[in-house]
């Protein structure tokens, strides 16, 4: 039967109490018991292997429990001892080692593809800072019983806290937590005795309603702002002139295509001599790593086509180090055109960065009827929510529009006026109001040479005053 032992630790002293070797003149053996409680009798392992767990007792009793459990399951395995000497840092340069080579270290549920070296710098970067900031040095750390309360403090401490002073949004709380879950998965494989259970208790957060830096649509009156500043700059950033940035706001927005997909393009993934311009995208550098081709519109081939004549067709495109820090590239042309950079929206302030453009691309698609399941192909999520609920944005104008179709219990039928916006219910009015002031205007039964009373600004004019007209002329 599995139960808790402390080891004991014997040595020798002199009479001064001084540790001297055994078989000293006159030395005293001497017996303590060590701190650290070890399991033993656990199924499935030798009857006399010791495992050591913690020094707390209570600690020490959950860890045999749950040794014990995942025994009965037939999961239990020989502790490394090795493995668990090791310091945490340590087994973070084999965990980024193993990510690079591709080895699975998430729950299995799911086959996916290798991450690609920004995303390992990331988790690896986000582990880090967790390890740190909970003070965990050592495996021992981590099996004790108030690790997860440590990853959750850390967290809610880092979130309370402002961009400046080095805090984060409920997404980054999300990305970080789902890190240290991946660490105590990998890390519970090296027989260190961890369970890979260990942060699953943590709650989770709630990005949607705690975005720290949400991005807004670019109007299409701005963005052809925007355009225009870049195409008259002649101002060089990181490598980039004006009507190179011109060019790459185009194709961001005309393509959805993110900073480093843009960043990878050559003269050669463009295909715009053909009836069906295209332009290809690289698995190797697609955040999915799937290939993809998807057309491009024939103005923006028009646009291309004299910019990429005589480049190599090896060389980027838009080369320089312009997508270290593409947000500060486009607040220069921002600034330019006088478009804001920050405008506050319905759940705090959004921001047009580099990133924007993606999701003024997918608004588009999306005010120009464009279908779900298209809009999700173009955009390559693997989940439609994600390209309605966040990377499509609905235009105040398309709002009122879609209310003043709703048909209202009790009111009759809708009127067709219902579904037009102010610009074209004024242009109506205005046709309407002169149509009526030529036919109030026109002659009754008098001479037709008589001039008629042109209205002011529209209005037509005062029957009693056509009228005096009329006697005046005729006297």
């Not at 084999?94 to 996916?112: A, M, N, P, Y």
């Not at 398309?398 to 074209?424: F, M, N, Y």
């Amino acid at each position: 039967m599995a139960h808790l032992v402390r080891q004991s630790k014997a040595f020798y002293v002199d009479a001064d109490g001084k540790r001297v070797p055994k078989g000293t003149r006159k030395s005293k053996k001497v017996t303590q018991r060590l701190s650290k409680w070890y399991g033993q009798g656990i199924p499935g392992l030798p009857p006399k292997k010791r495992v050591p767990l913690a020094s707390d007792k209570e600690a020490a009793q959950r860890m045999l429990a749950a040794m014990v459990k995942t025994a009965e399951q037939g999961g239990v395995k020989m502790l490394d001892r090795v493995a668990t000497a090791k310091p945490l840092s340590e087994h973070l340069i084999d965990f980024e080692s193993d990510l690079r080579l591709g080895i699975q270290v998430g729950t299995g549920r799911k086959k996916r593809t290798a991450p690609s070296d920004a995303q390992i710098n990331l988790v690896v970067q986000r582990t880090r800072d967790a390890l740190n900031g909970c003070g965990f040095r050592t495996v021992v750390d981590i099996k004790d019983s108030a690790a997860a309360d440590k990853l959750s403090r850390y967290l809610l401490d880092r979130m309370n806290k402002s961009r400046k002073e080095g805090g984060f949004g409920a997404q980054t709380a999300t990305f970080a937590l789902s890190d240290a879950r991946r660490f105590a998965r990998w890390i519970a494989r090296k027989g260190t005795g961890v369970s890979p259970e260990v942060f699953d208790s943590l709650a989770g957060f709630d990005p949607d309603n705690d975005r720290r830096h949400a991005r807004r649509e670019v109007s299409p009156e701005e963005l052809d702002k925007v355009l225009e500043a870049a195409l008259s700059s002649n101002r060089d950033h990181r490598g980039l002139l004006g009507p190179e940035r011109y060019h790459l706001y185009l194709v961001a927005f005309s393509t959805g295509f993110r900073v480093s997909e843009l960043a990878a393009l050559t003269p050669a993934h463009f295909k715009i001599d053909t009836e069906l311009p295209t332009v290809s995208l690289p698995g190797k550098v697609a955040k999915n790593k799937k290939r993809v081709r998807p057309p491009l519109h024939p103005a923006v081939a028009v646009a291309l086509r004299l910019f990429l004549a005589g480049r190599p067709a090896d060389s980027p495109v838009w080369g320089g180090l312009w997508h270290n820090n593409a947000a500060a590239m486009l607040r220069i042309d921002l600034e330019a055109a006088g478009v804001p950079y920050c405008v506050e929206g319905p759940d705090g302030n959004e921001y047009a960065d580099f990133h924007a453009l993606r999701h003024t691309f997918l608004s588009a698609l999306s005010a120009a009827g464009v279908g779900a399941k298209d809009m999700q192909t173009l955009a390559r999520h693997s989940d439609p929510r994600l390209t309605l609920g966040t990377y499509t944005h609905a235009r105040s104008a398309d709002l009122v529009k879609a209310i003043g179709r709703l048909k209202i219990p009790g009111a009759g039928p809708a009127s067709p006026l219902a579904s037009l916006d102010r610009e074209q219910l004024e242009g109506i009015t205005i046709g309407l109001i002169v149509m009526l002031g030529t036919f109030l205007g026109g002659d009754v039964g008098g001479d037709r040479d008589t001039p008629r009373d042109t209205p002011r600004s529209g209005i037509p004019g005062n029957s009693r005053e056509r009228m005096d007209t009329n006697q005046a002329s005729g006297s």
